[in-house]
């Protein structure tokens, strides 16, 4: 079993930005691909980030390419995703997910475990 603990989220103005951290615990975290993803009230949980267990391999929705940033340090256990350009579309609950694999996956059936979430609200 993995635990996930999504911090970071908060209210922010259109044109700021955030960081949300994801810290692992319970197995190697250097094993794992991770993943964000983010669900609006109303509408399905869509793919926002992904990187691969070492940190060489990212991939980005179209809609957050520019403005966002994956990274992790498996030393600290912690994945990160950096937003900037912050825009109201952009409000949801931001969850992450990690699965042990060599790929990166970029669809939520790809991924095994899932934090509880933590809310990005973007004010116009």
């Known amino acids: 079993q993995v635990q996930l603990v999504e911090s970071g989220g908060g209210l922010v103005q259109a044109g700021g930005s955030l960081r949300l951290s994801c810290v692992a615990s319970?197995?190697?975290?250097?094993?794992?691909?991770m993943g964000w993803f983010r669900q609006a009230p109303g509408k399905e949980r869509e793919f926002v980030a992904a990187?691969?267990?070492?940190?060489?391999?990212?991939n980005y929705a179209d809609s957050v390419k520019g403005r966002f940033t994956i990274s992790r340090d498996n030393a600290e256990n912690t994945g990160y995703l950096q937003m900037n350009s912050l825009k109201p579309e952009d409000t949801a609950v931001y969850y992450c997910?990690?699965?042990?694999?060599?790929?990166?996956?970029?669809?939520?059936?790809?991924?095994?475990?899932w934090g509880q979430g933590t809310q990005v609200t973007v004010s116009s």
């Open positions: 319970g197995r190697t975290f250097s094993n794992y691909a």
């Open positions: 997910a990690v699965r042990q694999t060599a790929l990166i996956p970029t669809t939520a059936r790809g991924y095994d475990y």
């Open positions: 990187i691969s267990w070492n940190g060489r391999s990212t």
